[in-house]
């Protein structure tokens, strides 16, 4: 379990049993987990497309996700373009947590506090979309360059798989991603 989280449920554990059950509800420790994918390639040596989808299910804090990605090019002489179209799901974004009305004055503000922080962990569920346009450049042998532009619009409170974001980061913006990589085999 992520450090973070076992200090989280044991103070959500100590509001008595609705804390006991949101701490339950939340665990990762001994809880089932569903995987399921299938993906597939059509290439005929000129062009191809190529997709995927995948979803887990994860009886926890971590929750039920999809995703699924299509993509297509043309290959021309050392040159490859291409085109992708990417999204990614989650549900469970949010949950009331502790009914903060219903405790003694000195224990809303905390019990608050114990609701955003379990809210946060929740809504940093990658719900996003992207679309991405580049090409391949096979310049030598066993070397490529890749060029890429990718458009990611992230759900409304989603940090999307954006990791290392910033305070100024405003989530369920949009982020504008170009990257130059290359690929060599030795």
Request: aromatic fraction near 12%.
């Amino acid at each position: 379990m992520p450090a973070y989280l076992g200090p989280l449920f044991d103070a959500l554990r100590q509001f008595g049993p609705e804390g006991n059950a949101l701490a339950a509800k939340y665990n990762l420790e001994n809880r089932l987990l569903t995987f399921v994918s299938v993906g597939g390639i059509y290439d005929s040596g000129d062009w191809f497309v190529m997709g995927e989808w995948g979803t887990v299910d994860f009886d926890s804090v971590l929750g039920k996700k999809s995703a699924w990605y299509a993509s297509s090019g043309y290959r021309l002489a050392k040159f490859t373009p291409y085109l992708t179209y990417a999204q990614a799901k989650a549900s469970d974004l949010s949950d009331p947590g502790l009914t903060v009305a219903a405790l003694p004055p000195y224990l809303q503000g905390p019990a608050s506090a114990l609701n955003g922080a379990l809210n946060q962990v929740l809504s940093s569920k990658p719900v996003q979309t992207s679309i991405s346009a580049g090409a391949r450049w096979h310049f030598m042998k066993n070397t490529d360059l890749k060029l890429q532009f990718d458009r990611i619009r992230l759900r409304a409170g989603s940090a999307g798989v954006l990791i290392n974001v910033q305070p100024n980061f405003q989530p369920g913006s949009t982020v504008n991603v170009f990257s130059a990589t290359v690929d060599f085999v030795f």
